[in-house]
């Protein structure tokens, strides 16, 4: 059971390249969620999805695509990096019974 | 809309007992929580509270929640070097059926040996 997992762990992107950040889990958990993490600013969410085949826009969704084509798996797409996307994106995921989100180990993209 | 402070650094030493404090804006949060978060590491959930609790106890750990005055605090008892992090205090608001959370910046504890 490995939990929420990230891949890939860190990326470097040019300017206006694109990329994709899978994120997998093997809780069955219907809910997902994808954040970035800025020095002083906390956690925002970017997207999210309430189950297989739907996705929402969190806070600061401008920039970034999403995917929920399978329940195990979430991907955000950055269709062209831009140096304000370099971020630590963690993706987490929540049981409709549960309390409780649980965090993935993040990714780290540097955009240059 | 919903909005979580907490102060960004506290500095304790080995064995006193640290208070991390928070508060949020939303006065119908089901849930309140604290996370957890090491360097280069994910976010750990570390417990949550019900708002209809007063204060919820788990081994070294005690959570307050003033409901009237929307503060909600984590002690942390006998405060070890392996308590250092950046600590997350977090409300699930009210109606959110996307079960979103309202993150604050953190906390970042050191613990001075």
Known sequence: ?112 | GEDVEQSLFLSVREGDSSVINCTYTDSSSTYLYWYKQEPGAGLQLLTYIFSNMDMKQDQRLTVLLNKKDKHLSLRIADTQTGDSAIYFCAESPSGAGSYQLTFGKGTKLSVIP
């Open chain 1, 1 to 112: 059971n490995a939990g929420v997992t990230q891949t890939p762990k860190f990326r470097v992107l040019k300017t206006g390249q694109s990329m994709t950040l899978l994120c997998a889990q093997d809780m069955n958990h219907e809910y997902m969620y994808w954040y970035r993490q800025d020095p002083g600013m906390g956690l925002r969410l970017i997207h999210y999805s309430v189950g297989e085949g739907t996705t929402a826009k969190g806070e600061v969704p401008d920039g970034y695509n999403v995917s929920r084509l399978k329940k195990q798996n979430f991907l955000l797409g950055l269709e062209s990096a831009a140096p304000s996307q370099t971020s630590v994106y963690f993706c987490a995921t929540l049981a409709v019974n549960q309390e409780t989100q649980y965090f993935g180990p993040g990714t780290r993209l540097l955009v240059l």
